[in-house]
């Protein structure tokens, strides 16, 4: 099956991943994890893309970004991944050993509305999902933890919100998502699917090609 096109679009809100190759390790000290957030600082430096929340786990990273131009995902998103794998080699002195990633990253664009918060919720909450944490703010290495510190010189970059973001956000990242939302967004990660309500999700796809997501695997056109 032919790869579809990477997503470009500019004006539209994305949660992008990926993950080490074979889900080995990706970071496994305090030095990687802060190596990899000095790339993204310096990727919104180089592209001005919006990164609206993020979190680093042991063998994948989650971002939601909003590109304003067309094109500027796929420029911030090549740099950030061919820069962390030559620093990440260079680092360990393993140039010419093999892939650090699994492959390209995986997005999906999301409604800028309130799913774009279910979005923000999910990645802000990856760490206490998987239970390295007892609560999400108190994962280092996100951005909810970043924004927890009050200090706006340290957060420049990270990006403005397409809605308004809740003023008891952390009580609401500390809450499970029900079974359907996280049916929802696997699918979507999975798939490539657009994010959002019924219209908008079918109109998103036909602009970007991305019918084909919409349709349930296992069953031929027309049966």
């Known amino acids: 099956m032919p790869r579809r096109p990477r997503l470009a679009t500019g004006g539209l809100a994305y949660h992008v991943l990926n993950r080490r190759v074979g889900r080995l390790p990706l970071f496994e000290k305090p030095a990687d994890y802060s190596a990899f957030e000095k790339i993204l600082q310096a990727a919104y430096d180089r592209t001005r893309i919006l990164i609206a929340a993020y979190c680093l786990m042991p063998n994948h990273w989650h971002l939601l970004v909003w590109p304003r131009a067309d094109g500027e995902l796929s420029e911030a998103l090549r740099w950030i991944t061919v820069t962390h794998t030559q620093r990440w080699h260079a680092h360990r002195k393993t140039a010419g050993t093999g892939p650090v990633y699994q492959g390209r990253f995986k997005s999906f664009p999301v409604q800028t509305d309130e799913h774009f918060l279910t979005v923000a919720r999910y990645v802000e909450r990856n760490a206490l999902r998987a239970k390295l944490v007892n609560r999400a703010e108190a994962w280092r290495w996100s951005s909810l933890w970043w924004r927890g510190q009050g200090d706006s010189t340290q957060t420049a970059w990270l990006g403005a919100w397409p809605v308004d973001r809740p003023r ?37 796809a036909k602009r970007l090609g991305l019918e084909s997501t919409l349709r349930e695997r296992g069953r031929p056109r027309g049966s």
């Open 168 to 204: 008891n956000w952390v009580e609401r990242v500390n809450r499970p998502e029900t079974a359907a939302e996280l049916e929802a967004l696997r699918t979507s990660a999975q798939r490539g699917r657009p994010f959002g309500g019924g219209p908008w999700t079918a109109r998103t």
